[in-house]
């Protein structure tokens, strides 16, 4: 009930293309969901996060749509550049005993072609 | 800028050794998390500590034991080595005052036990 599952584990979009990157979750009592980008190399560092009591979230060409209903949250890099090639990770959150607890999605690789 | 770094990016070790990993983060921050990274796997909590002296097993901690004595060190420390403890070592660190607050992680160890 702690898993946050993730699909594709691996993506090639052409560059301007659109990528998707999807998760799905049943725990109900996850409170936040964030995603994380990976470089080769690097740590993954904060990219962009949802409140589940928002159904979108854009920065930039970074897009959380968020359906609550089912469970399902995704990630959509749209105008997708060399430069986003990374891997990307999703998650929830939730806060047990005062604490926060965080759960991680298998991760995406994401390659952009030019 | 928070700043979580790790002792080595490259380990090489063999079967039955003591492993040491160190993690130091610069932002004060309460909460520190051990994590290992393997294709397809996504990130695993092996420990995390909630503040100074406090420690608490996550999903895969066998084989594995951690000290925090600093508030600002977290050491993962592998009691002897095994080749399937060979992975990616991430250390991150949050803030516990901030609930929604994201977790900042370092760049890595690459450890491989041969």
């Known amino acids: 009930q702690q898993q946050v599952k993730q699909s594709p584990q691996s993506l090639i979009v052409q560059k301007g293309g659109i990528s998707i990157i999807n998760c799905a979750y049943e725990n109900t009592a996850f409170d936040y969901f964030p995603w994380y980008q990976q470089f080769p190399g690097k740590g993954p560092a904060l990219l962009i996060a949802i409140r589940p009591d928002v159904s979108e979230k854009k920065e930039g060409r970074f897009t959380i749509s968020f359906n609550k209903s089912a469970k399902q949250f995704s990630l959509h890099i749209m105008d997708s550049q060399p430069g986003d090639s990374a891997t990307y990770f999703c998650a929830a959150t939730y806060h047990s005993g005062g604490y926060q607890k965080v759960t991680f999605g298998t991760g995406t690789k994401l390659q952009v072609i030019p | 800028d928070v700043k979580v770094t790790q002792s080595s990016r490259y380990l090489v070790k063999r079967t039955g050794e003591k492993v040491f990993l160190e993690c130091v983060q610069d932002m004060d921050h309460e909460n520190m998390f051990w994590y290992r990274q393997d294709p397809g796997l996504g990130l695993r909590l092996i420990y995390f500590?909630?503040?100074?002296?406090?420690?608490e097993k996550g999903d895969i901690p066998e084989g594995y034991s951690v000290s925090r004595e600093k508030k600002e060190r977290f050491s993962l420390i592998l009691e002897s080595a095994s080749t399937n403890q060979t992975s990616m070592y991430l250390c991150?660190?949050?803030?516990?005052?901030?609930?929604?607050?994201?977790?900042?992680f370092g760049p890595g160890t690459r450890l491989t036990v041969l």
């Open positions: 991150a660190s949050r803030s516990q005052g901030v609930r929604r607050d994201t977790q900042y």
């Open positions: 500590s909630y503040d100074v002296k406090m420690k």
